[in-house]
Each structure stands twice: as structure tokens, then as C-alpha cells.
């Protein structure tokens, strides 16, 4: 058996010596399209690797708040269950909001391994500095417990989460909005709220280009916080960082199924940005599908040209035995023969071209930044394994027809 498939692989290879500028053709076209498909495919994986990794690590995983998915249902409604009543025009009760016994959704979060809960409290604050008011969210925080549940330590241009603890009134703002209010680290800034007015000094700097970090927000400690905007003891926000992100929508539905209030998950809250990755990645493996299929048609050529100069080999070959199953292995082989010198030297494209493309730089929220891309195994995999498989189709189509010929009618008007 062994020795029959080497002697089907011999014909194949002299198949492919035999026209050397058809197997150049063919074997840069597969070359080319591996090439273009491994350096496509590490920009965008590696682009939607980098934009789920910042949408994880921007913010908590989950973030519970103060607010239902659904209104309280009525005491009437509650207490004729099912029965035929209509409330309308109802007057709704004013209700303090918060998070009624955060400390035991707190205590709920440490039971899930490895979860970290980090209390807050959120609330409009306006800065005045020389006639000069600019609005921001004020985040009051536990610096200590923060830091390990977002990011925002890392977005520090200047300053330390930690020092709101030190400096009494601290407060954290982004670079752009203290150069509009012509802040530096160490001035004294005006701070009013419904509740009053009072001073805070300027303790750290977010940077550019992160987002609302830097434009619209600030940060002061938790208790200075409840200080500032009238609610002692009160928290509305509880972020919680996991270990396995994406278990994030389970346990937000449990957290949310116990206490009731809103629990979303960062795939919830970025659901329209996922669901745009999954069009982009239609978009993308259609395109670099569609580069190799038309390399395909090359091999798919050189076999149909073989098929069709060795007619007559061909009979000869049936008349002494060989089966149609040989003779379709042969052409078979040689497509697979012709792939696999493609995707070699594809390899080698696609790497030099990933070598290119990650030494660029370009200037993003004034920082030098390289594109992120995917260098894994599994690209050259898919790449290889879809050249393979077009170039056996491509082959297989001709060679189908090259095992059907009589011998008897070829050989007959041979002579």
C-alpha cells in the first residue's frame, strides 16, 4: 500500500516539475493570499482582542446601582393578585435613593470567589474658579478598594488614588478640563452643589483621551463625597470586579435576582459594540475567504491543464490497472502538493507583513501606539487549514473527470 501511494506521489511530483510557470502562478497565488489573510486577520482579531480587553478593564465588571429594571408594582396590585383592577393616575411616593443595606450586597459579592465589591456614590457637582463653571459627575470612592476594581489608577497623568486620603478635600480631574478651568495640582477650586458650596484642592490629573475619566468626571474620597453632596452613609453604585470576566452575566443576574436592584455586566452594558465586532468579523472572514478561494483558482487551472495535456497517459494508466481512485489521487496530490509550498511561503509573508505592521506607530490621545495584533497559532492554523481545503476542492473537480476516461475511446482514436 505504502509503496503504491509513493509511486502516485512520484507521478504527482513530476506533474508539478514538469510546468514550472503554472506552479509558480499557482503557488504565488496561495502564497499571496495566506499572506494577506494572516495580516488581516492578526489586525482585526488582535484590534477586537484590545477593544474587549479595554471594555473589561475600563470599568467593573458589574455595576450595581440604584435604579429597577421595573417600577414597584402598586399595593393594589399586590394585594388583588390577578384579580380585574385598573389604578391609574396614581401619586408616586418620593423615596430617598440609594442602596437600602449595601453593606449586605457587599457581604453577598465576597461570597462569590475572588470577587472584589467597591462602594460609591455618584452625584452633579459644579467647579467655579474665577467666573469660570465648568459641570462634572463626582465619584466618591475608597481608594484602597478602587484601585483594584478598575483602572483608574492607571489613567493617572499625575497624583495617586491615595492621596484623597491624605489631603482633606481631595480632588481628582482630568488634564483637558483643569486646562480649561486653568487648574494645576495644589489649587484650591470652588465646588457647589444643591446642598451648598465648599472648596477642594486639585490632587491629580487624569489624561487625555480616557473617555469621561478626563472630561467629565471627578474623584474624591467616599466619605468626602457624602459630605459634599448632603447623603452621609448613603452609597448608589457598588462595582465588582471578578476573576473570570466573562462570568460577569451570571452573577449579575443572581446579585440582581436577590436584592433587586439593576446588576449589568459589561457585555450588557457594550452590547452594541459586541454585536458590531460580530458584523465586522462576517465582513472580515468573507473578504479574506474570498482572497483565497480565487488562489484556488489557480491550482485549480494547473490540475485542469494537466487533466486535459495527459489524456492519453491517462488511458494508459487505466489500461494497466491503475483505478479511478489512483487516478484521482494523483491530481489530488498535486493540488495538496501545491498548497502546501503556498502556504509555507504564505507563512513567510504574512509573518513579514505582521513584522511591518507592528512596527508602525501612530500618534493616539497624544501617545506613540502600535497596532495590536494577533501572532497566535491558531491564525497560521486557520490560514493553512482553508488553503488545504480549497486546493483539495479545486483539485479534486478536475481530477473527478480524469478518472471517468474510457481507455478504449482514447486509446482507439490515438491511433
Known amino acids: 500500500m505504502s509503496g503504491r501511494l509513493g509511486l502516485l506521489a512520484g507521478l504527482a511530483a513530476k506533474q508539478v516539475a514538469m510546468r514550472r510557470r503554472q506552479t509558480l502562478v499557482a503557488v504565488s497565488g496561495v502564497a499571496v493570499g495566506v499572506g494577506f489573510f494572516l495580516a488581516v486577520s492578526a489586525m482585526m482579531i488582535g484590534s477586537q482582542a484590545d477593544f474587549i480587553r479595554t471594555l473589561i478593564d475600563a470599568a467593573p465588571h458589574i455595576i450595581i446601582s440604584d435604579e429597577l429594571r421595573s417600577p414597584p408594582p402598586q399595593p393594589g396590585a399586590v394585594a388583588y393578585t390577578g384579580g380585574a383592577i385598573a389604578i391609574r393616575h396614581q401619586k408616586a411616593r418620593t423615596e430617598a435613593r440609594g442602596l437600602k443595606d449595601w453593606q449586605e450586597i457587599l457581604r453577598a459579592v465576597d461570597e462569590v470567589p475572588g470577587a472584589i465589591g467597591s462602594p460609591s456614590l455618584t452625584g452633579g457637582l459644579t467647579l467655579r474658579l474665577g467666573g469660570r463653571e465648568e459641570a462634572i459627575a463626582l465619584i466618591g470612592v475608597e481608594p484602597d478598594i478602587e484601585s483594584k476594581v478598575s483602572t483608574v489608577e492607571d489613567n493617572l497623568r499625575v497624583g495617586r488614588l491615595r492621596d484623597l486620603q491624605t489631603v482633606p478635600g481631595g480632588l481628582i480631574v482630568g488634564e483637558d478640563l483643569a486646562q480649561r478651568m486653568g487648574l494645576q495640582v495644589g489649587d484650591v477650586v470652588g465646588a457647589t452643589t444643591a446642598g451648598g458650596a465648599r472648596t477642594l484642592r486639585i490632587v491629580g490629573l487624569f489624561k487625555k483621551g480616557r473617555g469621561q475619566l478626563s472630561s467629565a468626571s471627578g474623584y474624591?474620597?467616599?466619605?468626602?463625597?457624602?459630605?459634599?453632596?448632603?447623603?452621609?452613609?448613603?452609597?448608589?453604585?457598588?462595582?465588582?470586579?471578578?476573576v473570570d470576566p466573562y462570568q460577569s452575566q451570571e452573577v449579575a443576574g443572581r446579585l440582581e435576582k436577590r436584592f433587586g436592584y439593576k446588576a449589568e455586566s459589561w457585555q450588557e452594558r457594550?452590547?452594541?459594540?459586541?454585536?458590531?465586532?460580530?458584523?465586522?468579523?462576517?465582513?472580515?472572514?468573507?473578504?479574506?475567504?474570498?482572497?483565497?478561494?480565487?488562489?484556488?483558482?489557480?491550482?485549480?487551472?494547473?490540475?485542469?491543464?494537466?487533466?486535459?495535456?495527459?489524456?492519453?497517459?491517462?488511458?494508459?494508466?487505466?489500461?494497466?490497472?491503475?483505478?479511478?481512485?489512483?487516478?484521482?489521487?494523483?491530481?489530488?496530490?498535486?493540488?495538496?502538493?501545491?498548497?502546501?509550498?503556498?502556504?509555507?511561503?504564505?507563512?513567510?509573508?504574512?509573518?513579514?507583513?505582521?513584522?511591518?505592521?507592528?512596527?508602525?506607530?501612530?500618534?493616539?490621545?497624544?501617545?506613540?501606539?502600535?497596532?495590536?495584533?494577533?501572532?497566535?497559532?491558531?491564525?497560521?492554523?486557520?490560514?493553512?487549514?482553508?488553503?488545504?481545503?480549497?486546493?483539495?476542492?479545486?483539485?479534486?473537480?478536475?481530477?473527478?473527470?480524469?478518472?471517468?476516461?474510457?481507455?478504449?475511446?482514447?486509446?482507439?482514436?490515438?491511433?
Do not use: C, H
Open 270 to 415: 457594550s452590547a452594541d459594540f459586541l454585536s458590531l465586532l460580530v458584523t465586522r468579523n462576517v465582513i472580515m472572514y468573507s473578504v479574506v475567504s474570498a482572497i483565497l478561494l480565487v488562489a484556488s483558482f489557480g491550482i485549480y487551472t494547473v490540475v485542469s491543464t494537466s487533466v486535459a495535456d495527459k489524456v492519453r497517459d491517462i488511458a494508459i494508466l487505466r489500461s494497466i490497472g491503475f483505478s479511478e481512485g489512483d487516478l484521482q489521487l494523483v491530481f489530488v496530490i498535486e493540488g495538496v502538493a501545491l498548497a502546501l509550498i503556498g502556504v509555507v511561503l504564505g507563512w513567510m509573508l504574512g509573518y513579514g507583513l505582521m513584522a511591518i505592521l507592528g512596527s508602525l506607530r501612530f500618534p493616539i490621545a497624544g501617545e506613540d501606539q502600535t497596532l495590536p495584533l494577533d501572532r497566535s497559532a491558531r491564525q497560521y492554523a486557520v490560514a493553512a487549514a482553508a488553503s488545504l481545503l480549497s486546493a483539495v476542492v479545486a483539485a479534486w473537480l478536475p481530477a473527478r473527470k480524469a478518472s471517468r476516461v474510457d481507455p478504449v475511446d482514447i486509446l482507439r482514436s490515438a491511433a
Open 220 to 242: 474624591v474620597l467616599l466619605r468626602e463625597a457624602q459630605s459634599v453632596l448632603g447623603r452621609p452613609f448613603v452609597v448608589n453604585r457598588i462595582g465588582v470586579k471578578l
